[in-house]
């Protein structure tokens, strides 16, 4: 899946600028052909964690994530969605 490999791997940044990590893989609702969310594991492979970030938390998709203040949310139709087709010049109704 295109945008799916385009995501994973890239660095995810807080609102403030602050590397939170990179992105392992992507979960996305084929019903909807949508993103929900992006994962970042932290820490090891054997001991570390996967943590789950809602895509209406993304804030840009460029060469890196950023991500909104906590407690900003928007519809994912108005949001990150949208922006990232915008930008990455994909021009199709949905974003798979």
């Known amino acids: 899946m295109k945008i799916k490999d385009e995501l994973i791997g890239k660095e995810v940044l807080d609102s403030t ?4 990590g990179k992105v392992d ?4 609702d084929f019903d909807s ?3 929900d969310s ?9 001991r570390g964690r996967d943590r789950v ?3 209406s938390m993304v804030e840009t998709v460029g060469e890196r994530i950023i991500l909104k203040k906590s407690g900003e949310r928007e519809s994912r139709e108005e949001g990150g ?13 949905g974003i798979m």
């Open 25 to 28: 893989d992507v979960d996305v």
């Open 53 to 55: 970030i809602p895509y």
């Open 33 to 35: 052909d949508r993103i």
């Open 38 to 46: 992006i994962i970042l594991h932290e820490g090891g492979r054997l």
């Open 17 to 20: 600028g602050h590397e939170v």
């Open 81 to 93: 969605e949208r922006r990232y087709r915008e930008e990455s010049g994909d021009k199709r109704e």
